[in-house]
């Protein structure tokens, strides 16, 4: 017997334009499971379960895995979830169209060649064979931004400190025309993004990060116009400026990431100018450890990071870490905690961290799922212990 608000198999399948057999598919690989299966066995589902099935078409539309699918749209049903996968999915398709741009000059280039001078231009074919295999850096990218997006939207929404982490950490530069500005592992931009009205006119700002992926968005988030704005790929360990180039060099949480944290802290005082700032943010211990008791409640094996980045570099140890390079050092303590009214927007931070937790969670989703509601649905604290040091060379 068929439930009130519910689409059986073959009615869910043809409002999506697609077989049974798929629906049963995504079925038996746990990639979209049924709300409802009666006593016969027969499967029930519902608009909820519709919208799912249109992100899973429209990631599998985009190229990417089913095992990938499975990892990055289970049990996200929350609208908000929605909207950031969706705009990331927007710059995943123009990051696409530039590589394939990029394809066709290469081909074009390479076939002019042959036709001209029949010979073939080895290292233009090799270029060629580096472009179309971006496909997989460009789906991690993807994957990274849309965990970064899910944890944002965690603070965004439930942060009791209105002012915002990157208008605070903004207000805390103090710039002012005719500064030289670098940014290490700026990551997409945001916040410049976040603050560009309140920039200063007659300023000059390097961003640089690692990854080329992070640095196209920063240049799409800020605009490419904007004369203010340099961009450079570069190593933190290796900054590739004159000494004393810089009165500020700013690390917003990526310190813990550096494979070498001397040698990173080394460039940085080098390229300041004389009594230049380096102003560098990070996180305490105490920092988020709510979340990680709530999902060891539910499996004791869980660990949501694979290493404790505070303990790399962090509020404890930082000072000591700085004192090297740096003569004066403060702490500034951005004063801040989650109170969290609704569970999907934690589940979505959760299933994002970088530890083993998917292997714990994803084959017992639904059980996870009411967990943290009756956990959360009461309302939920969560400790926020960041901040930044204030260091002057």
């Given amino acids: 017997m068929k439930k009130e608000g519910f689409y059986s198999s073959g009615e869910f399948a043809r409002m999506a334009h697609v077989t049974v057999r798929t629906i049963r598919y995504y079925d038996s690989h746990d990639i979209l499971k049924p709300s409802f299966v009666n006593e016969s066995g027969a499967r029930f589902y519902t608009d909820e379960d519709f919208t799912r099935l249109q992100q899973i078409l429209l990631l599998k539309f985009l190229g990417f895995s089913l095992n990938d699918i499975k990892n990055m749209t289970i049990g996200d049903m929350d609208y908000h979830f929605l909207s950031d996968s969706l705009e990331v999915q927007l710059k995943l398709v123009r990051d696409k169209i530039e590589q394939l741009q990029l394809v066709e000059k290469a081909i074009e280039d390479t076939s002019g060649e042959i036709r001209e001078y029949h010979t073939v231009n080895w290292n233009k074919m090799l270029e060629l064979i580096h472009l179309t295999g971006m496909e997989n850096a460009v789906k991690k990218q ?7 997006a899910s944890r944002i939207r965690l603070h965004r929404l439930y942060s009791v400190n209105k002012e915002g982490w990157f208008p605070w950490i903004y207000r805390n530069l103090e710039l002012k025309n005719g500064l030289k500005v670098l940014e290490i592992g700026c990551g997409n931009g945001m916040l ?16 640089s990060d690692l990854s080329e ?4 968005d920063a240049r799409r988030n800020i605009g490419q116009k904007d004369k203010r704005f ?3 790929i570069l190593d933190a360990e290796k900054i590739p400026f004159m000494a004393e180039t810089f009165d500020l060099v700013i690390a917003n949480h990526m310190l813990f990431y550096c494979e070498d944290l001397s040698q990173t802290c080394r460039e940085v005082a080098r390229v300041l100018k004389k009594f230049g700032r380096f ?14 008791e709530l999902a060891k409640g539910f499996d004791n094996r869980i660990v949501l990071s694979a290493e404790n980045l505070y303990e790399k570099f962090g509020k404890e140890n930082g000072k000591e870490i700085l004192k090297p390079y740096f003569h004066e050092i403060s702490w500034q303590e951005y004063k801040d905690k989650l109170e969290i009214q609704d569970a999907e927007p934690l589940i979505a931070y959760i299933l994002s961290c970088h530890g083993n937790q998917n292997q714990y969670i994803l084959s017992r989703y639904q059980e996870f799922r009411d967990y943290v509601k009756q956990k959360a649905g009461k309302g939920y604290d969560v400790t926020k212990e960041a901040g930044i040091f204030v260091c002057r060379k």
């Fill in 142 to 148: 993807y994957q990274n931004a849309t965990n970064i």
């Fill in 192 to 207: 410049w993004k976040e603050n560009i009205q309140k920039i200063p006119d007659s300023i000059s700002i390097t961003l």
């Fill in 213 to 216: 992926g992070m640095l196209r």
């Fill in 230 to 232: 340099e961009f450079e």
């Fill in 279 to 292: 102003i560098c943010s990070t996180y305490g211990k105490k920092h988020m450890k709510e979340v990680s």
